[in-house]
């Protein structure tokens, strides 16, 4: 079974509107993080956000949200006010126990965002 | 910039041939990572090593090893090199071993002809 799932392949937003791309992840570990990543066509693999499974409240970083909702194991990015230099790749990738002996990140397939002017 | 330096950024070579990949972590960081992005694969761990020792290890072909050296450097040696192997190989390091963010590299993209 996949363990992070980004069911849209592609998507368009019109610039200045606000914008979702879903994640859903699958873990049976209670210790987890998750992240997006962006990969603008230069490709780069840029950290945008984190949520570890403890938070309390949804992770914001500027104009970054992650709508983070536990029980329906979704950690969704939104990204209010799009711009032009927002069209790129978005990996959401989960890291699975805090303190086993790897970390690796598990990523999904991606989402790739297209602002329109 | 993630502070994470690869080189080198690009690398054409021929098949059954042998290269290395060099990367050097954030100050500070003593965990290094290496994954590969290929389009069939999507974006897959290799493998982790932690102030010079190997931690974790993912989806790393026989063919493929690293190394990561006293001043916290890390190699990645791919060698009798196939097609397949064609990719981006990114390199990421962290703080620690733990809840730390990873930042990546600007990644080395191999073409195997």
């Known amino acids: 079974a996949q363990k992070i799932t980004q069911t849209q392949p592609g998507m368009f937003v019109q610039e200045k509107e606000a914008v979702t791309l879903d994640c859903t992840y699958d873990t049976s570990d209670p210790s987890y993080g998750l992240f997006w990543y962006k990969q603008p066509s230069s490709g780069e693999m840029i950290f945008l956000i984190y949520q570890g499974s403890y938070d309390q409240q949804n992770a914001t970083e500027g104009r970054y949200s992650l709508n983070f909702q536990k029980a329906r194991k979704s950690a969704n990015l939104v990204i209010s006010a799009s711009q032009l230099g927002d069209s790129a790749m978005y990996f959401c990738a989960m890291r699975e126990g805090f303190f086993n002996a790897g970390n690796m990140l598990t990523f999904g397939g991606g989402t790739r965002l297209m602002v329109k002017p | 910039d993630s502070g994470v330096t690869q080189t080198p950024k690009h690398l054409i070579t021929a098949t059954g041939q042998r290269v290395t990949l060099r990367c050097s972590p954030r100050s500070g960081d003593l965990s290094v990572y290496w994954y590969q992005q290929s389009l069939d694969q999507g974006l897959q761990f290799l493998i982790q090593?932690?102030?010079?020792?190997?931690?974790a290890k993912g989806n790393i072909l026989e063919r493929f090893s690293a190394q990561q050296f006293p001043d916290l450097h890390s190699e990645l040696n791919l060698s009798s090199l196939e097609l397949g192997d064609s990719a981006l190989y990114f390199c990421a390091s962290s703080a620690r071993s733990g809840v730390d963010t990873q930042y990546f590299g600007p990644g080395t993209r191999l073409t195997v002809l």
């Open positions: 090593y932690y102030n010079g020792e190997e931690r």
